[in-house]
């Protein structure tokens, strides 16, 4: 028998929290008001935290605390702070994201475990055998990840491994989307997502035809309940259920679905209490396998949120027959319910595939205008409606409200308080004084008695006799655990000095708990705290780079990356540019020999990985890296290429997708043997500044060219391979296309698809970054970003950044304009 994973709820509120422990959750993960991925969520305070944390471990429940968003410089102060608190708590587990908190806790906390969070952006083997490396007690796999892959993962690492099994989907890969950030300055790296993936959007081909419109990055949720005998399988470690923003309501409902399916899965006999109808109508975009499966249909066009559940259509609209769908008066709406379905006074509707509009059922009528208690399955019936809606449009209940009061109090009931449970030990030896130990939650006490045990004058004391005195705990608070008893055969002890031992031992510990409060509470001693003063060198002190980028006399390295691979004949008349560096894709066509053509020239040359690495490219990667291609060293975009390159000689540096946003980072990354990185584009210049003032490693900084806001393994395109996957046909999405998104202010996001199947969504304003930068000394390369730009054109960006920018009066050479350009967050950073 496979054993069962543990069921991890998510808890927004204490009334989630004791909702997730009524559902039969092995462990919750919440965050505190600060430094979590849902910081729009309500959160708990500090004491709530306490209650939660002491309430959960009371019932046996672990709980996880979620630090999984970008940290700034200016708020490591804040997060010792919180870190200190974290440390009163016994908590199991912290959630992580950041390079630099990472380094942070396992330097000057090292008492958390920890795990990562899906932002940290994990793919594949080699990067669940980095994160094993570091010590990290759980990693938790890509959700973009099928179940064949998880298995053997499983059988090849030791660190517990976790994935996720309910809840929303986001179009991207978690970690790497900017689109957020780039349309409004909110950022999800830092808990402030917009849900661009939410919205409307139109899809043109490279021709300007429309393919189709509607919420196109909007995923359908994930709902793995039909295939948890499978997942079990795998031997997964946890499970996660999304949703630290859903209800109380929805965190019990889905976490007793899941608890009632895993003991179902496992061969046990239980009476199921929340259907599958019931799930369906908590919420629900639509269901998927997702990923685990391999599913290719994922994506819900029709709708961005909860739709509900279909219940019947619109029959007509008494007083007009014409139905516009506006905004009128409250009329009569005649509606038809299907069979099985019933609809009660303040449940929810949606009206068509779309959800846009709905209204709240104040009132059920007969067709004659009789007033009823409820709608059964069949009726047409009349409620009183604001909006007109066509005769013939699908209606759905998207809020139920019987179920909901239900849920609401079977979540709720209250919780019984059990008391701490206390282990004894006895030491009973002839001629020895008695001897008892008391334990619980960690703390021990002692008592050593001023009699002995003798020799019996009749009969002796047997090990029954001791555990019943000594078990008398009633009217203490606490509840009896375990009784180990090592005793002589032949002694004796009376009745009362037995009951002795027992209130003497439990006095001792009530005072030794009552210390421990004292002392740790809400304090912590002098030496158990951590304050920011011991971190002043690591934020502060002075540089001492083991490879300077610089040019002469303080000017920038120049830097051209490509996207895609160029021709040969496009690199030979790039070549003799002004240029210091390329970066090619490692797995490009012709590397050696356009590698070689560089360094002809003088160019230092180096490979870039892809950025989503999946264990099956892995392997490709690992194979290129074993040839000697003449190269001065690698940009890498994940932590599968830092794990295949932990020996390498050659100079290393971390992309963007590594989320550089603060100085411990550089510092994780030089510990970790990565020498260059280069910087958020989520960062302000005051921050960038901060940052590239004091790191120990090369720094370099975006300038010019097309950013990439979303890279999904999500297809948009709807082609052939697309739709024979959907009929269940084998095939894939390996056609390169492209194209544009057009959001509903008419803003255009170009779109491609790679040869690997991934689709690249860019911002439609190319990033432009003009004299400022002259500010930030401490960069040490300058980076432009080729995509599509004509030979011609790259020329001017290279020498604009070569030459032209050091002029004293500063200008745009002919052939620049910042028409379609933009600054990004240089300027405001993101929130």
């Not at 304090?523 to 011991?534: A, F, G, K, N, Y």
């Not at 120049?558 to 008349?573: E, G, H």
Request: proline share 3%.
């Amino acid at each position: 028998m496979n054993k069962k994973p543990e069921l991890l709820a998510p808890a927004g509120t204490m009334e989630s929290v004791i909702a997730a422990i009524n559902g039969g959750a092995d462990a919750v993960y919440f965050g505190g008001k600060t430094f979590n991925a849902r910081r729009n969520a309500e959160n708990m305070t500090d004491e709530e935290i306490k209650t939660a944390v002491t309430l959960c471990h009371q019932h046996g429940v672990k709980v996880y605390i979620t630090l999984n968003i970008l940290i700034k410089n200016n708020e490591i102060s804040e997060i010792i702070e919180v870190l200190n608190f974290f440390k009163t708590l016994n908590l199991d587990g912290l959630i992580v994201q950041d390079i630099g908190l990472i380094y942070l806790i396992r330097h000057y906390f090292p008492e958390f475990k920890l795990q990562t969070s899906t932002q940290a952006s994990v793919y594949g083997l080699e990067g669940v055998l980095f994160f094993q490396k570091l010590g990290f007690a759980r990693v938790v796999l890509p959700r973009e990840m099928p179940l064949e892959q998880v298995a053997e993962i499983k059988k090849k690492t030791t660190v517990e491994l976790k994935i996720f099994v309910h809840g929303a989907l986001c179009y991207a890969y978690s970690g790497q989307c900017l689109m957020s950030s780039m349309i409004g300055g909110r950022s999800g790296n830092r808990g402030l997502c917009a849900q661009p993936c939410r919205k409307n959007y139109r899809l043109f081909d490279e021709h300007n035809r429309l393919i189709q419109e509607g919420y196109l990055l909007s995923p359908k949720d994930l709902n793995t309940l039909a295939d948890l005998e499978t997942i079990m399988a795998s031997g997964v470690d946890a499970l996660k259920i999304e949703g630290r923003m859903k209800t109380p309501e929805y965190v019990y409902g889905i976490t007793r679905a899941y608890r009632e399916g895993l003991d179902t899965a496992a061969g046990e006999k239980i009476t199921k209490s929340i259907d599958d109808q019931a799930v369906m109508q908590v919420f629900n975009r639509d269901f998927t396998r997702g990923h685990l499966f391999n599913e290719a249909d994922l994506l819900n066009a029709q709708v961005g949120k909860n739709r509900g559940i279909l219940i019947g259509q619109v029959v007509s609209n008494a007083k007009n027959p014409k139905n516009t769908n506006k905004k009128s008066a409250y009329q009569p709406l005649a509606i038809r319910l299907n069979k099985n379905v019933e609809l009660n006074v303040g449940d929810g509707l949606s009206f068509g595939e779309d959800g846009k509009t709905g209204t709240k059922v104040d009132a059920i009528f007969t067709l004659e205008g009789r007033r009823l208690e409820k709608g059964l399955g069949g009726e047409t019936v009349t409620i009183p409606c604001r909006y007109n809606v066509l005769a013939g449009t699908a209606l759905y209940k998207n809020f139920d409200k019987n179920l909901m009061d239900s849920l609401k109090q079977r979540g709720s009931q209250s919780l019984d308080q059990p008391g701490t449970v206390v282990n004894f030990k006895l030491n009973l030896k002839l001629g020895q004084p008695a001897e008892i130990q008391v334990e619980t939650q960690g703390q021990k006490a002692c008592y050593q008695a001023g009699f002995s045990p003798e020799t019996p004058l009749k009969n002796p004391i047997d090990a029954t006799m001791v555990r019943e005195q000594i078990a008398r705990i009633g009217g203490t608070g606490y509840e009896l655990g375990d009784i180990d008893i090592d005793m002589d055969e032949q002694i004796f002890l009376a009745r009362s000095q037995l009951n002795t031992l027992r209130k003497e031992v439990l006095i001792k510990l009530a005072n030794t708990l009552t210390e421990t409060a004292k002392m740790t509470g809400n304090r912590l001693s002098s030496e158990q705290l951590i304050t920011v003063v011991p971190l002043e060198k690591e934020l502060h002190r002075k540089p001492e780079r083991s490879e300077k980028s610089q040019g002469a006399a303080g000017r920038k390295k120049v830097s051209v990356a490509f996207a895609n691979m160029p021709d040969s004949q496009f690199l030979k008349l790039l070549a003799n540019q002004s240029l210091d560096q390329v970066v090619l894709p490692l797995l490009g066509a012709g590397v050696a020999e356009k590698t070689a053509l560089l360094k002809d020239q003088g160019i230092a040359v180096l490979l870039k990985t892809p950025k989503i690495m999946d264990d099956e490219l892995t392997k490709t990667v690992r194979q290129l890296l074993n040839k000697e291609l003449n190269h001065n060293g690698y940009l890498i975009g994940n932590y599968e290429a830092l794990q295949l390159l932990n020996k390498t000689t050659y100079y290393v540096e971390a992309d963007q997708s590594f989320n550089l946003f603060n100085t411990l980072a550089t510092r994780a990354l030089k510990e970790w043997g990565v020498s260059g990185g280069v910087l958020s584009p989520e960062l302000s210049e005051t921050e960038l500044q901060e940052i590239t003032e004091h790191s120990e490693i090369a720094m370099v900084l975006p300038v010019y060219g097309a950013q990439e806001l979303m890279v999904s393994k999500k297809c948009l395109f709807g082609c052939q391979n697309c739709l024979e996957k959907k009929k269940g046909v084998s095939g894939s999405c390996r056609q390169v296309m492209s194209g544009k998104l057009v959001d509903e202010r008419g803003f255009e996001f170009p779109v491609e698809r790679d040869a690997q199947g991934l689709n690249h969504i860019y911002n439609g304003d190319t990033l432009f970054l003009r004299e400022e930068i002259l500010e930030l000394e401490a960069v040490d390369t300058w980076r432009i970003m080729h995509r599509n730009e004509s030979l011609e054109t790259l020329k001017i960006i290279i020498d604009y950044y070569h030459q032209q920018i050091y002029d004293k009066h500063w200008g745009l050479p002919e052939g620049l304009d910042t028409a379609g350009s933009t600054r990004g967050s240089f300027k405001r950073g993101v929130k």
